[in-house]
C-alpha cells in the first residue's frame, strides 16, 4: 500500500512539475494575451451602449394571433440584417427612429384572445414612442388586416342598422298601448325578440369602439443594466487565456512530436 501511494505522489508531482514547466515555457505567450484580455475588457466596458427592453400588450382586433405575430417576426429579416432603411419603409417612419433596434418578436404563447404580446430592444428610449407608432401603422396598413378590419366594421354597421330600423318598428307597435321601447325593459311584458335585439345592437356598437384597428393595450419599458467593469475584465481574461492556453498546448504538442521524430531517426542511424 505504500509503494502505491508512493506511486501516486510521484505521479502527481510529475503533473504538477511538467505544468509548472509548460507555464514557465509559454509565459511570455500568456502573459501577452493576458493584456489582450485586459485591454479588450477595458475596450468592451467603455463601448457598451445603453439598452432598453420594451414589452407591449397589443389589441389585435378580428385578426388571428398567430398572423400578427408571424408579421411582427417578419421585421426581424430587417434588424438582423441591418437594414434600417427597409424597416423604416415597412414601419412608416425615418431610418433613425428604427436605427437602434437589436431585436423584435412576437410572443404566441402568452397571447389571449385579441391580445398578444411583443417584445422589442432598444438603445435609444426617446425613440420608444415612434417605434411603437411605427408597429402599428405597420399592421393597420397591411392589406389582409385592413380587409378583415373593414368587413367586420361594415358587417357590425349593418346588424346596428337593421336592429335600430327593427326596434324603431317595435316601438311604433308599442306605442299603441303607451309603451316605448326605452321603457320596454322596466316591465315583465317585454318581448324576447326586444331583448335580443338589444343585446345585438349594444354588442356591435361596443365591438365598434373597441375593434376598429389594432392598438397598444399596454406597454412597459425597462433599461438593461451596463456591465460592470470588473466583470467585463474577468470574461475577457478567461477567454484570452484560454485561447493562449490553448494555441501554447497546440505548438507544445507538435514541438513534442518534431523532437520524437528526431529521436526515432537518430536511434535508426545509430
Given at each position: 500500500?505504500?509503494?502505491?501511494?508512493?506511486?501516486?505522489?510521484?505521479g502527481?508531482?510529475g503533473?504538477?512539475?511538467?505544468?509548472?514547466?509548460?507555464?514557465?515555457?509559454?509565459?511570455?505567450?500568456?502573459?501577452?494575451?493576458?493584456?489582450?484580455?485586459?485591454?479588450?475588457?477595458?475596450?468592451?466596458?467603455?463601448?457598451?451602449?445603453?439598452?432598453?427592453?420594451?414589452?407591449?400588450?397589443?389589441c389585435?382586433?378580428y385578426?388571428?394571433n398567430?398572423?400578427?405575430?408571424?408579421?411582427?417576426?417578419?421585421?426581424?429579416?430587417?434588424?438582423?440584417?441591418?437594414d434600417?432603411?427597409?424597416?423604416?419603409?415597412?414601419?412608416?417612419?425615418?431610418?433613425?427612429?428604427?436605427?437602434?433596434?437589436?431585436?423584435?418578436?412576437?410572443?404566441?404563447?402568452?397571447?389571449?384572445?385579441?391580445?398578444?404580446?411583443?417584445?422589442?430592444?432598444?438603445?435609444?428610449?426617446?425613440k420608444?414612442?415612434s417605434?411603437?407608432?411605427g408597429?402599428t401603422?405597420?399592421?393597420?396598413?397591411?392589406?389582409?388586416?385592413?380587409?378583415?378590419?373593414?368587413l367586420k366594421?361594415?358587417?357590425?354597421?349593418?346588424?346596428?342598422?337593421?336592429?335600430?330600423?327593427?326596434?324603431?318598428?317595435?316601438d311604433?307597435?308599442?306605442?299603441?298601448?303607451?309603451?316605448?321601447?326605452?321603457?320596454?325593459?322596466?316591465?315583465?311584458?317585454?318581448?324576447?325578440?326586444?331583448?335580443?335585439?338589444?343585446?345585438?345592437?349594444?354588442?356591435?356598437?361596443?365591438?365598434?369602439?373597441?375593434?376598429?384597428?389594432?392598438y397598444?393595450?399596454?406597454e412597459n419599458?425597462?433599461?438593461?443594466?451596463v456591465?460592470?467593469?470588473?466583470?467585463?475584465?474577468?470574461?475577457?481574461?478567461i477567454?484570452?487565456l484560454?485561447?493562449?492556453?490553448?494555441?501554447?498546448?497546440?505548438?507544445?504538442?507538435?514541438?513534442?512530436?518534431?523532437?520524437?521524430?528526431?529521436?526515432?531517426?537518430?536511434?535508426?542511424?545509430?
Amino acid at each position: 500500500m505504500k509503494m502505491e501511494t508512493s506511486k501516486e505522489e510521484q505521479g502527481l508531482l510529475g503533473i504538477v512539475m511538467n505544468l509548472i514547466s509548460f507555464l514557465r515555457k509559454y509565459f511570455i505567450v500568456l502573459l501577452a494575451f493576458l493584456a489582450i484580455g485586459s485591454f479588450y475588457g477595458i475596450r468592451s466596458h467603455y463601448n457598451q451602449q445603453s439598452s432598453h427592453k420594451v414589452k407591449l400588450v397589443m389589441c389585435t382586433s378580428y385578426i388571428d394571433n398567430d398572423i400578427v405575430a408571424k408579421l411582427v417576426n417578419a421585421l426581424q429579416l430587417y434588424v438582423e440584417n441591418g437594414d434600417s432603411k427597409g424597416l423604416a419603409i415597412k414601419m412608416q417612419t425615418s431610418p433613425e427612429n428604427v436605427s437602434g433596434i437589436g431585436q423584435i418578436f412576437a410572443d404566441t404563447t402568452k397571447a389571449k384572445l385579441n391580445a398578444i404580446r411583443i417584445d422589442y430592444s432598444i438603445g435609444d428610449a426617446t425613440k420608444i414612442d415612434s417605434v411603437n407608432k411605427g408597429l402599428t401603422t405597420y399592421l393597420n396598413q397591411n392589406e389582409y388586416i385592413h380587409q378583415v378590419i373593414a368587413l367586420k366594421t361594415d358587417q357590425r354597421n349593418e346588424i346596428i342598422a337593421r336592429n335600430k330600423q327593427r326596434l324603431q318598428l317595435l316601438d311604433s307597435l308599442n306605442k299603441l298601448q303607451n309603451v316605448s321601447v326605452a321603457s320596454m325593459q322596466q316591465f315583465t311584458g317585454v318581448t324576447e325578440e326586444t331583448r335580443i335585439l338589444l343585446a345585438e345592437l349594444q354588442k356591435a356598437e361596443y365591438e365598434n369602439l373597441a375593434y376598429r384597428n389594432i392598438y397598444i393595450i399596454e406597454e412597459n419599458a425597462s433599461s438593461i443594466p451596463v456591465r460592470a467593469l470588473s466583470s467585463s475584465l474577468l470574461i475577457n481574461i478567461i477567454a484570452y487565456l484560454f485561447i493562449g492556453l490553448a494555441i501554447s498546448a497546440v505548438f507544445e504538442v507538435m514541438f513534442l512530436y518534431v523532437k520524437r521524430e528526431k529521436q526515432k531517426k537518430s536511434s535508426a542511424k545509430a
